[in-house]
């Protein structure tokens, strides 16, 4: 994965954390390459490479914000993880919802961190930072999804 730029998907709907969450990974340590989408319909339609996303990358990571248009975060995030060629995308659940219950249900429909956003500009920034550093300098990632998607793999070899 290190040829080329981590691929992260942004599903986002507000304006102003759209543009903090950009400017912090344009400022990152890691190469990457965000593309953004505003809803659920459009994320899944970007992750389906359906039109006008034929041409989409396969996102390396997912921040997905759960309160959204048209279809929500936990929408997606349950249609995601049904999918067999979508479902080891990680997905970090990065919303304002500090509630119990959205907190437990992200991780019932196998999201793999949830973040609650800061509300103060500083923090804000330093949160994506530390999602930047986790995500894609401390975890590995696989490097090769397509050949990944969908398989099995037999319990001899874990």
């Not at 997912?62 to 959204?68: A, H, K, M, T």
């Not at 196998?110 to 894609?136: D, G, M, T």
């Amino acid at each position: 994965m290190k040829n080329r730029p981590i691929e992260i998907l942004l599903v986002e709907d507000s304006p102003s954390d759209t543009e903090l969450t950009m400017e912090a990974f344009r400022e990152g340590s890691v190469e990457s390459h965000l593309s953004h989408v505003e809803d659920g319909v459009e994320a899944l339609s970007f992750l389906g490479r359906r039109q006008p996303y034929s041409q989409a990358p396969r996102p390396d990571l997912i921040l997905l914000d759960l309160n959204l248009p048209q279809k929500d975060g936990r929408e997606v995030l349950a249609e995601l993880k049904k999918d067999p060629e979508l479902r080891t995308i990680p997905v970090v659940v990065l919303t304002t919802s500090r509630s119990d219950q959205d907190i437990a249900r992200a991780y019932q429909l196998q999201a793999n961190c949830y973040i609650s956003k800061p509300v103060e500009f500083e923090q804000f920034v330093r949160v994506v930072r530390l999602i930047e550093h986790f995500w894609l300098e401390v975890a590995s990632l696989p490097s090769d999804w397509e050949c990944l998607a969908g398989r099995t793999f037999p319990p001899d070899s874990y």
